[in-house]
């Protein structure tokens, strides 16, 4: 588990290469992906459990790979200064991965850091790099041209990332809300069930479902899970009334 993920662009172009280069020299990260389409590689190369070795960390700065609260890092086939021009397939996928990654690692899925495009990102003091107060602190997904005592500028500038992230949210949620939506008579239902099987041995009032209804609703629209609700409300009505 993790609270930050560290998004890197290799600079490279042959996946096998890479990797190879990367375990050779020591500097492997969680991840090594490429969001091509048609193309797709997700590959681990370290458990969560194990620090990364892709940042700097100077002798006498405060940690990076080992920073407090874990740190995923994530390593991107492709080049800092081209990745603006990328496709928006490329995009898509990207987020799908990260997605995916953030999710299984409990990194919040959200970007607290604006992008700034390579090479105008590179340097120990470059605008948008983080303070080691501000490091210490930050959650969500981040790029290595934000970590401190460090000089590398990528990703560069993936902006379309989080527009990206957020349209594939939104879909997530509203498929969510499509098929649990559909299964909200049938559901009801089941409650009405419940409650004849209760100790109460009658069917819940008109103003109960209607109550029930609405907040099973609102839950869904909001893209959450009603399980817990249905959970409790099949536990309140086995009890005596």
């Not at 172009?13 to 990797?19: H, I, L, P, Q, R």
């Not at 991965?97 to 700034?116: A, M, Q, R, Y």
């Not at 959970?231 to 309140?236: C, D, G, P, Q, S």
Request: glycine share 8%; proline share 7%.
């Amino acid at each position: 588990m993790a609270s930050v993920g560290v998004l890197h662009t290799t600079e490279t172009t042959d996946f096998e290469n890479t990797k190879r280069g990367l375990i050779r020299d020591g500097y492997e990260p969680h991840w090594l992906i490429d969001p091509t389409p048609g193309i797709v590689r997700v590959e681990r190369m370290l458990p969560d459990s194990v620090i990364g070795r892709a940042l700097q960390h100077l002798k006498g700065d405060p940690e990076t790979n080992a920073r407090g609260g874990g740190v995923i890092q994530i390593e991107v086939m492709g080049k800092a200064e081209n990745v603006p021009n990328y496709s928006d397939g490329w995009f898509t996928s990207f987020a799908e991965i990260l997605h995916k990654i953030c999710t299984d690692s409990n990194i919040p899925i959200e970007f607290p850091c604006g992008w700034v495009p390579y090479p105008k990102s590179y340097g120990y003091r470059a605008s948008q790099r983080l303070s080691w107060s501000e490091w210490s602190l930050v959650k969500g997904i981040i790029g290595h041209q934000h970590v401190p005592g460090n000089h590398h500028g990528d990703p560069g500038d993936v902006s379309r990332l989080v527009v990206a992230m957020q349209q594939l949210i939104e879909s997530m949620q509203e498929d969510i809300m499509v098929w649990s939506l559909a299964q909200l008579g049938p559901t009801m239902n089941s409650v009405d069930e419940i409650y004849i099987g209760s100790k109460r041995k009658a069917i819940p009032t008109l103003p109960e479902r209607d109550a029930w209804r609405k907040d099973l609703t609102k839950r869904l629209r909001a893209g959450e899970d009603p399980t817990a609700t249905l959970e409790y409300i099949a536990y309140a009505l086995s009890e005596e009334k």
